[in-house]
């Protein structure tokens, strides 16, 4: 039963009493809507919890309340509503979370040599290392004095964009080993 169902049974019955006593009671109502679309339970829970409105009638002119009429009320969906009053929302494109971000692979589906692993792994460090050192020794190279380059020592000249270019090149050789390795180490399941 939505609230506005229940609220215009409610008015129903009673009708006949009087107008002060309607609108408190009304009010009371309202406010347990209030208070449960504030801990965001749906009205048919709240409606449940209020009773059915004729037991709510009984209970005002003094009558005994009759159960059967509050099952009317579908406690069965509500059951498990009861134990965990917040549930998680759930929107209709979520994901669920994976139970681990990183899931180590299984032995049964590692393929692939140890052997390549090993060397790719090498050549991976190998070509990171060389990297950092070009980054350092070409900063270093381009702030030697002109004296150093130029009588003394016959070293040529290094452009800002020759050492850009192998820096580049370096770090692409080495993302393209990491990559073999991974390769290595899985094989594809299709």
Not at 41 to 53: Q, S
Not at 72 to 89: I, S
Not at 146 to 164: A, N
């Amino acid at each position: 039963m939505k609230k506005n169902e229940f609220m215009a049974q409610l008015k129903h019955y009673f009708r006949n009493s009087e107008p002060a006593d309607l609108q408190g009671i009304i009010e009371d109502c309202e406010e347990q809507f209030r208070l449960g679309t504030k801990k965001r339970e749906p009205e048919e829970y709240v409606c449940y919890r209020l009773g059915h409105p004729h037991n709510i009638y009984r209970y005002y002119i003094g009558e005994p309340i009759v159960p059967e009429e509050n099952e009317q009320l579908n406690p069965d969906r509500f059951a498990a509503y009861e134990t965990d009053p917040h549930p998680p929302v759930r929107r209709p494109y979520d994901v669920e979370p994976a139970s681990a971000p990183h899931r180590a692979i299984p032995e049964h589906r590692r393929t692939g040599s140890r052997a390549g692993r090993i060397f790719f792994g090498f050549l991976c460090r190998f070509f990171y290392s060389l990297m950092a050192l070009t980054c350092l020794g070409g900063i270093f190279w381009m702030n030697l004095p002109p004296y150093c380059v130029s009588e003394w020592l016959p070293l040529p000249q290094l452009s800002l964009q020759t050492l850009i270019y192998t820096v580049l090149a370096l770090f692409f050789a080495g993302l393209t080993c990491a990559f073999l390795k991974r390769r290595c180490r899985t094989r594809r399941t299709s």
